[in-house]
């Protein structure tokens, strides 16, 4: 790729979650600073967002917050911001973040980031586009959806096979050996 990897990572703004989850996305966020990538996402100074911006700030990453007005309006933006594009709804938001990012990463994250992570997947489906969303599977996060899905696949309700648009990731090591492979196979294309 020729121009630095724009990654769109979907967590949670709630406070006073498991630290376990703040070490991760730490972790995470450091990450993609090191590897002087873009992150970005939802633009709250709250949560496991203002964790992951922090830490991929303070290891070299530019940040771009796609920030509805309803955030800006309770003054919860996140001053880390390199780059604010300002949205008027979460429609609008996932649209934004689709167009400005080559893959997706979710961490722990309540109705928000299930909106997200099923609209990647939703416009995948269709075929609007061909991007991974990796699900970052902390303390065992995602398992229920994970068996919801595999319980729709079941039923015959799943028409389309989602191996190569959802990724599980158990670890940092998980994500980081994903991408390098699916870097390589995008440069041979």
């Not at 990453?61 to 309803?70: E, N, R």
């Not at 980031?113 to 991007?131: P, Q």
């Amino acid at each position: 790729m020729k121009s630095p990897l724009s990654i769109a990572v979907f967590c949670s703004a709630a406070e006073d979650l498991a630290p376990k989850y703040y070490e991760q996305t730490t972790s995470l966020g450091h990450w993609i600073g090191k590897q002087g990538w873009r992150l970005v996402y939802g633009g709250a100074s709250l949560g496991l967002m203002e964790c992951i911006a922090h830490a991929a700030k303070e290891t070299g990453a530019t940040i771009t917050g796609v920030v509805p007005d309803k955030l800006i309006e309770r003054n919860i933006v996140s001053t880390l911001l390199d780059e604010n594009i300002p949205v008027h709804s979460l429609g609008e938001r996932k649209e934004v973040m689709l167009r400005e990012s080559d893959l997706f990463i979710a961490l722990p994250g309540g109705l928000g980031t299930l909106d997200e992570v099923f609209h990647v997947l939703g416009e995948s489906s269709i075929g609007y586009h061909s991007k991974p969303m990796i699900l970052y599977n902390i303390n065992g996060c995602w398992d229920s959806l994970l068996n919801m899905i595999d319980d729709l696949r079941h039923q015959g309700l799943l028409r389309h096979d989602l191996s190569k648009r959802l990724i599980l990731a158990n670890s940092l090591a998980d994500i980081h050996n994903f991408i390098d492979s699916w870097m390589f196979n995008k440069d041979k294309q």
